[in-house]
Structures are given as structure tokens and as C-alpha cells.
């Protein structure tokens, strides 16, 4: 499938009040129009695109759906077609979730483990309209998409895998330098950074555990970090730079629970074309100082749709 990377996030928030304060003061984001159908929900602009992260009314904080972007109309109907020759329920958008959105046409899928995933195409945007919430240098979201995610899941069965590298055409990067099970996967089309999207096993655990988003430069790193201090916001890993990323970053935790990790490209991505092993997570700094699960991950009751719920249980009866 020709992916580019990740397009937007949507999430469920018990506190939308908190995300409206630290969305623009802490993270620079730019607060956008939500749209006429959707007036309850707060939608963030980190580029030009009509939005990047959605958040949407909920009585818990839990990552709702990732929003993938195909190149086009042609890349997006043959993705289409590719799902439903491999048996994938998927659900087409209809013009008003497609409106709410912003884009021309999207379908909307399950991973194995019971994550809500949509593709889409031709996300409405303004060149040049990007605002940030405060002074700040911009973030990356281009070719790359807009940055990435990790999920805790608590199975981790051999059609994930498969579903992420042989169906959507990722590509497998790794299990990184991490303890445990886990897995790093990038879009076909993403050759920027090291992943997309990863997951991690939590047994009796689910949930998002970060979200990176890359900045500009140092300086929007550096600065958001004394904000995050300054705010005595709590912090789970201090300044450093991974072992497998030219990047320096750092992760604090969001009024969601889950951490955001702000990333710099120090050098262009290596594109090393081989499967790393790192023999430690980081060449410098990232020393844990807070809890590496915020509370964001909890039960599979918890943070789980009724649907996604029914698929984990299939999936352990089948096992």
C-alpha cells in the first residue's frame, strides 16, 4: 500500500478544558475551526493541514483512532480493494464523517488487536495558515506524516505483524534496544525516520504510551522542555538522543495521560536499510525519571470500544 505515514490522531478526552490551555501554551499548537457536525470536539493544527490531533468528548482519556494517509485517489482505492480481498471488515466514510475530517474519501478498519484505524486521502489545507499557539519555529509533518505513535497492546500475536508488514506494506524496522516484546514499523513511502507506529506488550494492558512529533529545531525542543519544568508538568524521560534516531528529543506527560516525546533531527535520517540493534536505548541523556506507563494505559475494559474488546476476545479464544 503506498502510505505516506501517519496523518492525524483522534482521541477521546474526560478534560477537553486542559488540552485547550496546553495544547498553544506548552506544546505551540495551533487551536483550528472544529467543524459545524462536530462543535463538542478540539481539533490542533501543527502544519497547514486542516488538522493533525482531534480530540473528542469522553468519559475516559483513550486514543480513538490513527488516521493513515494514502499518496492519492488511485493509492487510496487500491488499498481499499487490498483489505477486502484479504477479508478486512472495513466500513466506508460517508460525507459527513468525511467533511468532519477533512478529506475527500476515507475507510475505516481494525488492526488484529482491536485498534480503530482509518485510511484516507487529499486532507483539506492552506498554505502558509499555520499559527502557533505561542512563539515557536514550526513542526515536520510532511513526508514523513506527522510523527508517531506507540501502543501497548496486550496480546501480541503473529497476525499484527503480518497485518502492519504484509498487508499495509510497512516496513519492519526493529524491536529497538527496549526490554520486552516490541515492534517498530514505517509506511512504505516514509523513509525520514525510524517508525510510524510501534507497539509494545503489556499483558492486561492497553492503551497509548507516546506520541513524537518532530520540531524545527533545538531551540523548539529546548523550549518547550523549560515550559514543561517551569509548569512542573511531570516528565518521563529528560533530554538525550536514541541510539537507532539522529534525534534529540524528550517526554513529558500530556493532561491525556500519555507522553509526548518532542523531537529534533540532528542529521538527516541515516536510511540504513538493515535492521538495527542498539545496545542501549540512548547515546546520551534520556535518563527515567517518572513512570514509562502514564495513565493512559489501564485495563483492555478500560481504554477499549465494545468492538475493539470483541476482536481481542476472538483472538484469545483462538489462541
Given at each position: 500500500?503506498?502510505?505516506?505515514g501517519m496523518g492525524y490522531l483522534g482521541f477521546e478526552s474526560s ?305
Amino acid at each position: 500500500m503506498d502510505i505516506i505515514g501517519m496523518g492525524y490522531l483522534g482521541f477521546e478526552s474526560s478534560n477537553l478544558e486542559a488540552w485547550r490551555t496546553y495544547g498553544p501554551e506548552v506544546m505551540g499548537f495551533q487551536i483550528g475551526s472544529s467543524p459545524e457536525a462536530d462543535r463538542d470536539s478540539l481539533y490542533f493544527r501543527l502544519d497547514d493541514r486542516r488538522h493533525r490531533l482531534a480530540f473528542h468528548p469522553g468519559k475516559v482519556d483513550r486514543l480513538a483512532y490513527v488516521g493513515w494517509e494514502a499518496r492519492g485517489k488511485l493509492e487510496f482505492r487500491a488499498a481499499t480493494q487490498k483489505f477486502r480481498d484479504a477479508g478486512v471488515q472495513v466500513t466506508v466514510g460517508d460525507a459527513a464523517l468525511c467533511d468532519i475530517r477533512g478529506v475527500k474519501e476515507l475507510i475505516r478498519f481494525r488492526d488484529p488487536v482491536g485498534n480503530q484505524h482509518e485510511l484516507f486521502y487529499g486532507q483539506k489545507w492552506m498554505p502558509r495558515s499555520f499559527m502557533p499557539g505561542r512563539p515557536h519555529g514550526g513542526f515536520v509533518a510532511d513526508a514523513r506524516g506527522m510523527g508517531h505513535a506507540v501502543i501497548i497492546t496486550p496480546e501480541f500475536p503473529p497476525e499484527l505483524e503480518s497485518f502492519f508488514t504484509e498487508l499495509m506494506g510497512f516496513h519492519y524496522y526493529g524491536a529497538g534496544a527496549g526490554k520486552g516484546k516490541t515492534a517498530f514499523y514505517r509506511a512504505k513511502l516514509n523513509n525520514e525516520t525510524s517508525h510510524d507506529i510501534a507497539f509494545g506488550h503489556g499483558p492486561n494492558k492497553a492503551g497509548i504510551q507516546h506520541v513524537g512529533l518532530f520540531v524545527k529545531s533545538l531551540r523548539d525542543v529546548g523550549e518547550t522542555y523549560d515550559i514543561v519544568k517551569k509548569r512542573q508538568l511531570p516528565i518521563m524521560m529528560t533530554l538525550g538522543a536514541h541510539a537507532q534516531d539522529p534525534h534529540v528529543s524528550f517526554y513529558h506527560f500530556s493532561p491525556g495521560g500519555f507522553a509526548f516525546e518532542v523531537i529534533t533531527e540532528l542529521e538527516p535520517w541515516h536510511n540504513d536499510g538493515f535492521e538495527l540493534n542498539p545496545e542501549k536505548l540512548s547515546t546520551w541523556g534520556h535518563e527515567l525519571v517518572g513512570p514509562i506507563l502514564g495513565a493512559s494505559v489501564r485495563t483492555p475494559e478500560e481504554v477499549l470500544d465494545e468492538e475493539g474488546l470483541a476482536i481481542l476476545e476472538r483472538l484469545r479464544q483462538k489462541a
